[in-house]
């Protein structure tokens, strides 16, 4: 069963930093990308950084200058990204949640995948 587990989430105060973290399980998958995404209640999902197994990120143009995506990969195999958060602000608090593409068995053939945490809270408060 291919799980991701967030950690890192908490109360933090306006201008403060927070470093989230999501760690994929191993087993007979690939990872094609690793991704945070943000939910409020009452609003859409929104992207909010995202890494591929090759190594591209990308970030979303509202936190690109407060934010940034790093990964540990072991055997330069993708399996668990940070997100760094500096400066947040009240507007950043919501349950941030990890998500993969995957490429792996799927019944009797193969192909890809998106799986979810959790997710963690982020709360920024002063």
């Known amino acids: 069963q291919v799980q991701l587990v967030e950690s890192g989430g908490d109360m933090v105060q306006p201008g403060g930093s927070l470093r989230l973290s999501c760690a994929a399980s191993r087993g007979s998958f690939s990872i094609i990308h690793m991704a945070w995404y943000r939910q409020v209640a009452g609003r859409e999902r929104e992207l909010v950084a995202k890494?591929?197994?090759?190594?591209?990120?990308?970030?979303?143009e509202d936190v690109k200058d407060r934010f940034a995506i790093s990964n540990i990969s072991k055997d330069n195999v993708l399996s668990t990204v940070h997100l760094q958060m500096v400066d947040v602000k009240p507007e950043d608090t919501a349950i941030y949640l990890c998500?993969?593409?995957?490429?792996?068995?799927?019944?009797?053939?193969?192909?890809?995948?998106?799986?979810w945490g959790k997710g963690t809270l982020v709360n920024v408060s002063s």
């Open positions: 890494m591929t197994s090759s190594g591209t990120r990308t970030v979303a």
């Open positions: 998500n993969a593409q995957i490429y792996g068995k799927i019944g009797l053939g193969y192909g890809t995948r998106e799986i």
